[in-house]
């Protein structure tokens, strides 16, 4: 008796805020998506059992659970090689939590986890920006700041799966503080958290007007709203934060000499305002032989349904398994 081929696979995006998962064909086309709220399950089993469910009932709307051949998982400070959640600093868990095998267990199919940097690069090589590229750096700036690069179109991943943590590199000896443990890390200064600071501390040290004092809850899109109408102090804000982003990006490029690098993740969607001081840092600090040379790309695909994506091609390459033959 010949076994039919599976076609299908479900692509999971656990992100700080919200878990995205969708079953994706051979070809690429979403064929159905869906989310729920990550911090709604702060205790590890009752996530997975949600998680569990939520792929089972997707699936059965969608041409039944039988038809899915694995699931890829894209989350913040996983390791492909353990198929563990390690210490991840903005996830409701803590410590190694084995949730490859945890949700295998209970699905009964193979499943893959991948660090969620990882996922976006693999996402934006096989459907966005980095498409025919071989030399690139893929980084995802919101919460936190992860990176991935590819050199001559392989995937580098460390000897750990941990590569490409630009984020949790010092730029400021005894800086501010990192959810990581350490001090002054990149992330503390240019993720979403970081840009809050730097506009909190420019108005503190500082007597000059800015609409910034009159919002109770500040945030980076309410930053950049202040900049489109002329905020000073919030354009200053993305200039400080440009400038660090840039030289870090600017250290990155210089040992790892890529085409381009692209920016993914909410941060993103300011712009402009943040990538025009990236790209002037970015050009001071850069080795010499390379000015010029680098492009500095924001991507052009939707964040979640490139994350999405990128999980699912993560699950096409996890051997086949099933309980069920």
């Given at each position: 008796?010949?076994?039919?081929?599976?076609?299908?696979?479900?692509?999971?995006?656990i992100?700080?805020?919200?878990?995205?998962?969708?079953i994706?064909?051979?070809?690429?086309?979403?064929?159905?998506?869906?989310?729920?709220?990550?911090?709604?399950?702060?205790?590890?089993?009752?996530?997975?059992?949600?998680?569990?469910?939520?792929?089972?009932?997707?699936?059965?709307?969608?041409?039944?659970?039988?038809?899915?051949?694995?699931?890829?998982?894209?989350?913040?400070?996983?390791?492909?090689?353990?198929?563990?959640?390690?210490?991840?600093?903005?996830?409701?868990?803590?410590?190694?939590?084995?949730?490859?095998?945890?949700?295998?267990?209970?699905?009964?199919i193979?499943?893959?986890?991948g660090?969620?940097?990882?996922?976006?690069?693999?996402?934006?090589?096989?459907?966005?920006?980095?498409?025919?590229?071989?030399?690139?750096?893929?980084?995802?700036?919101?919460?936190?700041?992860?990176?991935?690069?590819?050199?001559?179109?392989?995937?580098?991943?460390?000897?750990?799966?941990?590569?490409?943590?630009?984020?949790?590199?010092?730029?400021?000896?005894?800086?501010?503080?990192?959810?990581?443990?350490?001090?002054?890390?990149?992330?503390?200064?240019?993720?979403?958290?970081?840009?809050?600071q730097?506009?909190?501390?420019?108005?503190?040290?500082?007597?000059?007007?800015?609409?910034?004092?009159?919002?109770?809850?500040?945030?980076?899109?309410?930053?950049?709203?202040?900049?489109?109408?002329?905020?000073?102090?919030?354009?200053?804000?993305?200039?400080?934060?440009?400038?660090?982003?840039?030289?870090g990006?600017?250290?990155?490029?210089?040992?790892?000499?890529?085409?381009?690098?692209?920016?993914?993740?909410?941060?993103?969607?300011?712009?402009?305002w943040?990538?025009?001081?990236?790209?002037?840092?970015?050009e001071?600090?850069?080795f010499?032989?390379?000015?010029?040379?680098?492009?500095?790309?924001?991507?052009?695909?939707?964040?979640?349904?490139?994350?999405?994506?990128?999980?699912?091609a993560?699950?096409?390459?996890?051997?086949?398994?099933?309980?069920?033959?």
């Open positions: 008796m010949q076994t039919s081929i599976k076609k299908r696979v479900v692509g999971v995006d992100g700080n805020s919200l878990t995205s998962y969708a994706v064909d051979v070809r690429g086309n979403v064929i159905a998506h869906d989310s729920f709220a990550t911090p709604d399950y702060p205790e590890i089993n009752h996530y997975v059992d949600k998680l569990t469910e939520s792929i089972i009932t997707i699936s059965e709307a969608n041409g039944g659970y039988e038809t899915i051949r694995s699931v890829g998982i894209s989350c913040p400070s996983a390791s492909y090689a353990s198929g563990c959640i390690e210490n991840a600093a903005n996830l409701p868990w803590k410590g190694v939590v084995p949730l490859g095998a945890m949700l295998r267990d209970r699905l009964g193979a499943v893959a986890l660090n969620d940097a990882h996922n976006t690069a693999l996402g934006e090589k096989m459907f966005g920006s980095a498409h025919g590229m071989k030399n690139f750096i893929v980084l995802n700036l919101g919460v936190g700041l992860g990176s991935c690069f590819f050199s001559e179109g392989h995937e580098h991943q460390g000897a750990d799966g941990y590569a490409g943590e630009i984020g949790h590199t010092c730029i400021e000896d005894h800086g501010r503080p990192c959810p990581c443990g350490l001090e002054g890390c990149l992330e503390a200064y240019v993720a979403a958290a970081g840009i809050v730097t506009a909190r501390e420019l108005m503190e040290g500082s007597d000059a007007p800015t609409k910034m004092r009159d919002i109770k809850e500040l945030d980076p899109p309410a930053i950049v709203q202040l900049c489109e109408e002329g905020d000073a102090m919030a354009i200053e804000v993305f200039r400080r934060t440009g400038y660090l982003f840039g030289r990006l600017a250290t990155y490029a210089s040992i790892v000499n890529p085409e381009a690098i692209i920016v993914t993740g909410g941060i993103s969607n300011a712009g402009h943040l990538m025009d001081p990236t790209q002037e840092s970015f001071n600090h850069v010499r032989n390379m000015r010029g040379k680098v492009r500095l790309m924001v991507s052009e695909l939707d964040n979640r349904e490139r994350d999405v994506l990128g999980a699912s993560l699950a096409w390459e996890v051997p086949e398994y099933s309980l069920f033959k």
